[in-house]
């Protein structure tokens, strides 16, 4: 089992920062990848950003270059720095883990992001 426990969201203005942590405990040398996605009401979870053991990295188009993912890996923590923030960014964020075993993703509780224009 992974736990995954984010903090950082709130309210913010549009151009403005902020920055999500998702700390992960529990059997973390099972995990491949820890990634953050967007969940609007009403529509599906969005993958945002990724990092994998190995330190690659994807983004989603809409994020690119204005979204950062590093880890700690002393800290078993993955941040997402998020800069020229848009109204069209809200929504809740969630961590995900991938997983070697069963059941293969772990997701964190949610963090709320509203940007505001």
């Known amino acids: 089992q992974v736990q995954l426990v984010e903090s950082g969201g709130g309210l913010v203005q549009a151009g403005g920062s902020l920055r999500l942590s998702c700390a992960a405990s529990g059997s973390i040398f099972g995990i491949n990848a820890m990634g953050w996605y967007r969940q609007v009401q009403g529509k599906q979870r969005e993958l945002v950003a990724r990092i994998t053991s190995g330190g690659s990295t994807n983004y989603a188009d809409s994020v690119k270059g204005r979204f950062t993912i590093t880890r700690d890996s002393a800290k078993n923590t993955v941040y997402l720095q998020m800069n020229s923030l848009k109204p069209e960014d809200t929504g809740v964020y969630y961590c995900?883990?991938?997983?070697?075993?069963?059941?293969?993703?772990?997701w964190g509780q949610g963090t709320q992001v509203t940007v505001s224009s």
């Open positions: 995900n883990a991938l997983l070697k075993f069963a059941p293969f993703n772990s």
